[in-house]
């Protein structure tokens, strides 16, 4: 009996089939960013323990980059920038991509829209593959830490959670903390250990490190820098975190991070594919009003 084929991927990708990738596109827009034709149009820092919003227009490029090193990790959320009802759907893009997502890996949006928000293009972490322990990077299996699991877990308070930066970063943009969602945990090493649990590994980014993704649609992204820093200690229990902020053992982890976004030569989006796929139209056996 072949294991291979009893485990192979669920759900297939197959030459002009709505998964497959146009890699020569993403390719020449990798290579743009890393030429220097494309026009950076748009960059911050964002401080340790922070979040922060901003809108990208399709056929742009974003860069994360940790600039200082030597690790940091980010919580990334997506929204369709005119319809925040569409946002990025972790779940499916586990199943649709891969539980560590990389170059050529596209990040898809919740029902009823189902389509692909962005594709990855950039990710100088792409060869730490596998490790020793079975960690991965820029993970989907886990999400965003949160106060409440933190209040839990701990019986502390603490306000500075990717969770609770997320929803300080969507605030101006009239979106509250229901709009926060499961996250891509940018420069994340997990995994599942040997009875099936999660756990994470001390960030493998160093200085310069960057992950960069190309819009397929209007954006709006946010981002945490988040407060666990490189992941290298605890973030639960006692001793791990204080109720002041700026008085924790974590906080000698984290680092800031930075984002760039680029605007391409028009002539080398002439070769862009939208993303189009049969849409499901039906009523889910409801009679049709
Ligand atoms: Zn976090």
């Known amino acids: 009996m072949s ?33 220097g034709s494309a026009k950076l149009i748009q960059e911050f820092v964002l401080p ?5 919003a901003w809108e990208i227009q399709a056929g742009n490029v974003c860069r994360i980059i940790t ?15 005119h319809n925040p009802k569409e946002r990025f759907w972790a779940a499916r893009t586990r199943q649709l991509q891969r539980a560590h ?28 593959g ?8 820029h993970d989907l299996l886990g999400t965003r830490c949160d106060p409440y699991v933190n ?21 101006p943009y009239g979106l509250q903390e229901s709009d926060v969602h499961d996250v891509l945990n940018v420069f994340q090493s ?41 992941l290298s200690k605890a973030m639960w ?11 924790d053992p974590t906080l000698e982890c984290c680092r800031p991070l930075k984002v760039e976004v680029w605007e391409l030569p028009e002539e080398s989006l002439k070769d862009w594919k939208h993303f189009t796929a049969e849409k499901y139209e039906g009523s889910h056996g409801l009679p049709k009003v």
């Not at 600039?67 to 920038?81: A, I, K, R, S, Y």
């Not at 990389?102 to 950039?122: A, E, F, K």
């Not at 992950?211 to 490189?230: K, M, R, Y």
């Not at 229990?237 to 008085?247: A, I, K, L, W, Y």
């Open 190 to 230: 997990t995994g599942l250990n040997d009875k099936d649990q999660y756990f994470m590994k001390t960030c493998p980014a160093v200085a310069g490190s960057y992950f960069e993704f190309f819009a397929e649609i209007d954006l709006l992204c946010a981002l945490s820098t988040c407060p666990g820093g490189d």
């Open 48 to 52: 340790i323990r922070s979040g922060r």
């Open 3 to 35: 294991s291979s084929r009893l485990t192979q991927a669920a759900y297939q990708s197959f030459p002009g089939g709505p998964l497959e990738v146009d890699r020569a596109f993403y390719d020449a827009v990798a290579q743009c960013t890393s030429a």
């Open 101 to 128: 997502v990389s170059v050529y890996d596209r990040l898809w949006s919740t029902l009823p829209y189902l389509r692909s928000m962005c594709t990855i293009t950039g990710d100088s972490l792409s060869d730490y």
């Open 237 to 247: 229990g006692e001793g791990s975190e204080g109720e002041d902020p700026n008085m």
């Open 67 to 81: 600039p200082e090193g030597p690790q940091q990790v980010g919580d990334l959320n997506l929204w369709h920038l």
């Open 130 to 137: 596998v490790d020793k322990e079975g960690g991965r990077v």
């Open 151 to 171: 209040k839990m877990l701990s019986g502390k308070y603490f306000d500075y959670h990717c969770h609770s930066n997320l929803v300080r970063a969507i605030e």
